[in-house]
């Protein structure tokens, strides 16, 4: 399940957050990384489903 979650980190990244954590800090702090570049976001998605 997490292969899928990354691939969808990977093109939508507070997708990938919100499937793994919720609506939380982490969602939001992700959704400003997505608009302020497109790859910290991604970076961001990817740690916190490797995390859990």
Known sequence: M????I???ILLP???V???V???AQFW???LLT???YIPGIIHAVY???KR
């Open 14 to 16: 507070p997708l990938g």
């Open 7 to 9: 691939i969808i980190a």
């Open 48 to 50: 916190i489903i490797a």
């Open 29 to 31: 702090i992700n959704i």
């Open 22 to 24: 919720g609506i939380g």
């Open 18 to 20: 919100f499937l793994q």
């Open 35 to 37: 608009l302020l570049g």
């Open 2 to 5: 997490d292969i899928l979650r």
